[in-house]
């Protein structure tokens, strides 16, 4: 089983196949492969992990020494240095019968709701759905939290494929389409003397931009928000004060 979020850019899918061969002897020998991404700079809005002892002989795959939540910057900059530090990319690769064995040891909060609801499905047009009582009693969990940091059959291949998890405004001006100046834009919005810009005009007024560099400008019904590029891991300390603010926009 491949399991890739839905969300996510991959640019270089040949290599991304190359590195699927290698941990795939990895993943039937009963190993849950998870790939990190070589890191280009030292985020602080992704998870790491740190790579061990090698496990196949060409030395493309390793066993996880452990994983380590966002960390602050002057630790981020550390990890860069090391070597042995990967983004988690939350993509993982291993048998069904793998998973299952290491969910119910670890995780058996998630893995006997859910094998109640499948005992007996409501079957549909060719539709499996779980019976949802017992479905719903499933504890709320990630697959890292609740069996890739409890399992010693955790493994690691480290790849560089042009990956983006667009999770910031920054990262999905870097995947969009850009014009002459690189200006991303979308929706009716007008540019003069203005480059390295996001520009989406999304339910809300047009966008007009003169002499702005390197910034996001996001319109919707709901509110017009302006940010440079290089904050954009920071709005959702943003979003937290504008959502307080009991009446009209809060200026901090």
Same mark, same amino acid.
């Given at each position: ?137 499933? @504890? ?5 939290? !609740? +069996? /890739?940091?409890? =399992? #010693? ?6 790849? $560089? &494929? ?38 989406? @005009? ?5 966008? !007009? +931009? /003169?002499?702005? =560099? #390197? ?6 019904? $709901? &509110? ?29």
């Amino acid at each position: 089983m491949l399991v890739m979020p839905s969300d996510h850019v991959i640019t270089d899918v040949e290599t991304f196949h190359r590195h699927l061969d290698h941990a795939r002897p990895v993943a039937e020998a009963g190993h849950l492969v998870t790939f990190g991404i070589k890191p280009d700079h030292p985020a602080t809005g992704y998870g790491y992990i740190e790579k061990g002892q090698p496990i196949n002989e060409g030395h493309s795959v390793f066993h996880v020494s452990k994983f380590v939540e966002k960390p602050p910057l002057a630790v981020a900059e550390q990890y860069l240095a090391d070597g042995r530090y990967d983004w988690n990319a939350g993509i993982f690769l291993f048998t069904a019968q793998s998973f299952l064995k290491e969910l119910a040891q670890h995780a058996p909060s998630v893995a006997e709701p859910v094998a109640r609801a499948m005992a007996n499905p409501i079957q549909e047009a060719g539709i499996v759905r779980p019976e949802a009582e017992h479905f719903l009693a499933c @504890a709320n969990d990630s697959i890292d939290y !609740a +069996v /890739l940091e409890k =399992t #010693d059959r955790a493994a690691v291949v480290a790849i $560089d &494929v042009g990956w983006s998890d667009v999770g910031t405004w920054d990262a999905l001006w870097a995947v969009r389409a850009r014009d002459e100046n690189e200006n991303s834009i979308q929706g009716t919005a007008v540019t003069l003397d203005s480059s390295g810009n996001l520009l989406l @005009a999304a339910g809300g007024p047009p966008i !007009a +931009v /003169l002499g702005v =560099t #390197d910034s996001i400008v996001i319109s919707t019904s $709901d &509110v017009v928000m302006v940010l440079p590029r290089d904050r954009s891991q920071d709005v959702k300390a943003l979003v937290d004060i504008f959502d307080k603010a009991a009446a009209g926009v809060k200026s901090v």
